[in-house]
């Protein structure tokens, strides 16, 4: 392991029971009793004994589990995302904590160099594997982690020397963080989401902005310009004197480190020294907005090391990540793609500028978030023919898009279904030649699905057996 920190940390505590958690907390025991005396873990009022308590206790850690009551004192107290910062669970770590940090502060600290942050309310997977595709490929080692499946705190183990830690960064992890310090950082765009969590958009994008909070002179920030809120983050980048990369598809912006679209092109500028990698056209990952994660990425990519020539031939190779605009096959003339990663309107509405209007049949639903539909609805009614509404918060976007349409005098078709499933007989039923049939749902999956994984598997296999039987 990597690790230019060696201060002791005395007996810390780890809140939650998941894979986060988990990771944290054998990483801790491992350095009991050098530089740790003891690791204690709250599983939270759902948890209950089980495998994974019973192997954490073998590994030295003492479980405590149905409760949010935290008892002891604690020189360090170790969040996982996800736990809100106003809940009675962090209220009570903090009580008995010296700090209370996350999880991926704590593998900063123990870690600190050669880390890249991406985040945003949309595209940052296929930014981070992206980020990560593009600098294997020019020879550098990097390794994608955080949100994106792997806790940090899981891959210091057996970080290599010189590897690159590329962190897809959640509002969540980011909201926990004091000394992260990436050498190159992006912000994608900022929409509304986990407003449930974090209240006001204020505090969400806020929580965003810490990204950047640590970065000096020499590091390189990416953030787009193409929405209100970036736009702000970027200027208070610039007032610090950071070397702020203006990211847009919109327009092209003329300060000395810009990445953008030019006739089609791929353009990035660092430091005046312009880049043009290769045409949209050529990218496997359809979309405006999957352009702008290219230019995020080869942006980071080119700031590191990685040649012109190697970022070009990695942007030409990187294929659809699972469940976002996925290819799942095509039967009957109809193509089927799954892109069951959309949990929030603003994602739907970018997905649905990689078809051409009107040859689209969209399955809308899930778990409501009770989100605001109408510019979802809008988008629907100008580049959808037809929309299946499922699950939970089928029936309230079925009416959403049905004023919409009446208002605007559309001629999109609603369809109601109660389960993803049925919904998907309706989709098969209503499509056409030559139309795509797109999950992208507009919410979470809980209603329904345990993640948003399972949910686009069902659909990739509702997809084959339709196959099978045509």
Known sequence: MTSTSHSQLGDVLVLGLGRTG???????????????????????????????????ELAGVSVVTGTEAVEGSYDLAVASPGIPLDSAFLRSAAACSREL???????????????????????????????????REA??????????????????????????????????????????????????NVTPDHLEWHHTMEAYAA?????????????????????????????RCEGRGLR???????????SACAAFLR??????????????????????????????NALAAASVALELGASPERVRDGLASFSPIEHRIEPAGEVGGV??????????TDSVEKALTAFDAGTVVVLLG??????????????????????????EAGPRIACALERARDASGASLEVLRAPHLREAFDAAARAARPGETVLLSPACSSFDEFANMAERGRLFKELVRRLGEGA
């Open 207 to 235: 929580a965003k902005e810490r990204a950047f909070a640590n970065m000096g002179a020499g590091d390189l920030a990416v953030v787009s310009v193409d929405d209100a809120w970036c736009r702000s983050v970027a200027a």
């Open 101 to 135: 940090v996350g999880e991926v502060e704590l593998a900063f600290r123990e870690s600190p160099e050669r880390w890249v942050a991406i985040t945003g309310t949309n595209g940052k997977t296929t930014t981070t594997s992206l980020t990560t595709h593009l600098m």
């Open 335 to 344: 193509r089927y793609v799954n892109d069951s990663k959309a949990t929030n």
């Open 22 to 56: 988990e990771s944290a907390a054998r990483h801790l025991a491992s350095l009991v009793p050098s530089r740790v005396s003891s690791v204690t873990l709250y599983g939270g009022a759902d948890s209950r004994p089980g495998e994974r308590s019973r192997a954490l």
């Open 366 to 391: 899930g778990h409501d978030k009770m989100t605001d539909l109408s510019s979802l609805a809008d988008a629907a009614c100008a580049r959808c023919r037809v929309a299946v509404c499922f699950g």
């Open 263 to 292: 006739r089609g092109a791929l353009v990035v500028r660092l430091d005046g020294v312009e880049h043009t990698l290769l045409d949209r056209s050529d990218l496997k990952i359809f979309g405006l907005h999957n352009a702008q």
């Open 139 to 188: 020879g550098i080692a990097a390794r994608s982690v955080g949100n994106i499946g792997t806790p940090p705190t899981e891959a210091l183990a057996d970080r290599g020397e010189g590897e690159w830690f590329v962190a897809e960064l959640s509002s969540f992890q980011l909201a926990t963080t004091e000394r992260l310090r990436p050498r190159a950082a992006v912000l994608l």
């Open 244 to 254: 702020t990369c203006e990211l847009s598809v919109e327009r092209e912006p003329d």
